[in-house]
């Protein structure tokens, strides 16, 4: 069974920067792609970037473009999100993905099969 461990997060103020990072526990786990989701209470888990390991195009929703960026580690098996210029609405659980299906979708549809436990994101006015 592959885990997703999640770290980062935690309290910054708008403007500020973090960065979260999610290792999967298996290296023999066929990745095909990561994503990291959001997600505020009374609201929908929320696509918010992804990418493809045998690709290099990642892919990211529209209120995150320009201030967030995806990565990967192959050799850690580890995906992060650089945050910065964090606003007070990018408040959230925020949730990495995995998935092991070669599927020609967008990210943001994806059928991803591995979640992470979630990390709390709070940015302050």
């Known amino acids: 069974q592959v885990q997703l461990v999640q770290s980062g997060g935690g309290l910054v103020q708008a403007g500020g920067s973090l960065k979260l990072s999610c290792a999967a526990s298996?290296?023999?786990?066929?990745?095909?792609?990561m994503a990291w989701y959001r997600q505020v209470p009374g609201k929908n888990r929320e696509f918010v970037a992804g990418?493809?390991?045998?690709?290099?195009?990642?892919e990211y929703a529209d209120f995150v473009k320009g201030r967030f960026t995806v990565s990967g580690d192959n050799a850690k098996n580890t995906v992060y999100l650089q945050m910065n210029s964090l606003k007070p609405e990018d408040t959230a659980v925020y949730y990495c993905?995995?998935?092991?299906?070669?599927?020609?979708?967008?990210?943001?549809?994806?059928?991803?099969?591995?979640w992470g436990q979630g990390t709390q994101v709070t940015v302050s006015s």
């Open positions: 993905a995995a998935g092991s299906r070669m599927i020609s979708i967008p990210l943001s549809s994806y059928p991803y099969d591995y």
């Open positions: 298996e290296r023999s786990f066929s990745r095909h792609a």
């Open positions: 990418l493809r390991w045998m690709a290099d195009s990642p």
